[in-house]
């Protein structure tokens, strides 16, 4: 192997290392999810996660969660994915002057992966639902190719 042929090499291996989308785990996602709750473990139901199951590009995707409970008894709604860099994506607080018990937005997505959605309501308890989604086109890569 010729000196440039290693130089190459190792540059090609820099540039890999500045495009790789930086992505948490799943065991982050479990602690933050953790942390949101307080140790509590969600019961699954009560909350419905509308997301397309296939997104084509990852940088500004459509995202309601919908919770079947009266606003009154509705705290919070959190998002955590389990590749984009920081795990928690949102918390929402809500009151009885939301309206209903829903949120809507848009979110980022660094690659096909798990989001999960966690409802707090008022009695303590805490409800979740969770999607698979692929992405075709990921958003939230570290660095720029020059």
């Known amino acids: 192997m010729k000196r440039r042929?290693?130089?190459?090499?190792?540059?090609?291996l820099a540039m890999?290392?500045?495009?790789?989308?930086?992505?948490?785990?799943p065991a982050e996602m479990a602690a933050a999810i953790n942390t949101f709750t307080g140790g509590a473990k969600p019961q699954t139901g009560k909350v419905t996660f509308d997301?397309?199951?296939l997104i084509d590009n990852g940088n500004a995707v459509?995202?309601?969660i919908s919770v079947d409970s009266p606003v009154e008894n509705l705290k919070a709604i959190a998002?955590?994915?389990?590749?984009?860099?920081q795990t928690e994506v949102a918390i929402f607080t809500l009151t009885p002057r939301s309206?209903?018990?829903?949120?809507?937005?848009?979110?980022?997505l660094a690659t096909s992966q798990r989001l999960v959605a966690v409802a707090r309501m008022g009695d303590g308890s805490y409800w979740s639902h969770q999607v698979e989604v692929i992405v075709a086109l990921a958003a939230c890569v570290e660095g720029e190719i020059q």
């Open 5 to 12: 042929d290693a130089l190459a090499a190792g540059a090609g």
């Open 16 to 25: 890999l290392a500045l495009v790789r989308p930086a992505s948490a785990t």
């Open 51 to 53: 997301i397309a199951q």
């Open 62 to 64: 459509p995202v309601t």
């Open 79 to 85: 998002i955590f994915t389990e590749r984009n860099p």
């Open 99 to 108: 309206g209903k018990a829903q949120v809507s937005t848009r979110i980022r």
